[in-house]
């Protein structure tokens, strides 16, 4: 059985049409499962009530519809962050839901659990459990906008997505494309792929093949240090894919004409002093980017976040050098839902 909330339009015209049934209903269901009209909840098949008996009939003997239960929700202590740890179908995952002045953004989960190993990320820790589909991304989506809307009358609505939560993106790449294009999708939440953001930790075939796909969203690459030899020593990737051929991908990336960010999280002693932001300046010298770093967060490894003066320190090297950088402001810490805090298990 297929998940129907896994299903892009043309595959759903395609299924409806081969039942003989006109084009429109397509659409109903899809505008069903993905429009905003719904508040945010998944509906059943049964719950398609403008949709005639027998074809929800067929559609519940053809597919399911993706199911996500709040197993634990925590809310930080200034109420501006909500963590969410779900079951979504078989697989447990984590979201959050950050309030901003300028609107709500929400980080997802692309995989359960997380294969590239970094040894600052608590993702990394319990290892790899399976691939999420686009409907699962799409079910925490709709989940946090419910929550959203729960939450105030005054009707601000979310804003951005951030695919910076368990998991690599590109190491799930269909999905993450088709989830692009069914949360963009007209009949459905409509967003536009600018306040879609893609954290990579790089993967250079995958940033290829993305910048040929031309798309609008912003890509977040994780640097997190200036040389090959610091940056194997705290992720593993860095061993399959050098700075030089990173770097390379990421100036191809340019062709879709949108600023790469550069995430950079100041570990004391490790990547945060003066010389370390010199080498940084140097390698990005000319690139259409901006720097965001980020003291690390406590997670796993026994790392320490730079202090306050370090951290400025940092930053003035890059702007002094003309990159363009911002420190980012972490929010929360204090229920572990913080960058890199996230697991996507149930503990
Ligand atoms: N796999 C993707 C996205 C998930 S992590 C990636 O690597 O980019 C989202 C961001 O949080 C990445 O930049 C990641 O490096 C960063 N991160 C992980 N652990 C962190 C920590 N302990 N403190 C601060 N940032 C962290």
Request: net charge positive; glycine share 8%; with cysteine.
């Amino acid at each position: 059985m297929r998940d129907l909330l896994d299903c892009t339009l043309p595959e759903i015209t395609e299924y409806i049409q081969a039942l003989g049934q006109p084009k429109y209903r397509a659409e109903q269901v899809f505008f069903h499962l993905h429009g905003n009209g719904n508040g945010g909840v998944i509906p059943k098949i049964s719950e398609m009530q403008n949709l005639p008996k027998a074809l929800r009939e067929q559609l519940e003997k053809d597919f399911f519809v993706t199911e996500i239960d709040i197993l634990k929700e925590l809310i930080s202590t200034d109420g501006n962050t909500r963590k969410f740890l779900t079951k979504i179908n078989d697989a447990y995952a984590e979201s959050v839901l950050m309030r901003y002045k300028h609107g709500d953004t929400v980080c997802i989960s692309t995989q359960a659990g997380c294969k590239m190993g970094c040894t600052f990320c608590a993702s990394a820790e319990s290892g790899f459990h399976r691939n999420l589909t686009a409907g699962e991304y799409c079910a925490q989506v709709y989940l946090a906008k419910n929550h959203a809307e729960a939450l105030q009358a005054s009707g601000q609505s979310l804003k951005n997505i951030v695919l910076m939560g368990c998991g690599e993106p590109l190491d799930n790449f269909g999905e993450t494309i088709k989830f692009i294009e069914l949360i963009t999708h007209p009949k459905g939440l409509n967003l536009s792929q600018r306040n879609i953001t893609l954290s990579t930790c790089g993967l250079v075939p995958q940033i290829y093949a993305l910048a040929d796909l031309n798309l609008k969203i912003t890509l977040a690459v994780s640097l997190h240090a200036p040389t090959d030899e610091i940056r194997a020593a705290i992720m593993p990737i860095a061993k399959k894919y050098p700075l030089d051929e990173l770097l390379r991908a990421c100036k191809y990336y340019e062709k879709t004409r949108r600023r790469i960010t550069f995430e950079y999280a100041l570990i004391k002693g490790v990547n945060d002093s003066v010389s370390h932001a010199k080498a940084l300046a140097k390698l990005l010298r000319g690139m259409l980017c901006h720097v965001n770093l980020i003291p690390v967060n406590k997670a796993r490894g026994g790392f320490s976040p730079a202090a306050q003066n370090e951290v400025r320190g940092f930053a003035a090297v890059l702007e002094d050098r003309n990159i363009p950088v911002t420190v980012r402001r972490s929010l929360g810490a204090d229920i572990d839902a913080a960058c890199g805090q996230l697991r996507g298990e149930c503990k």
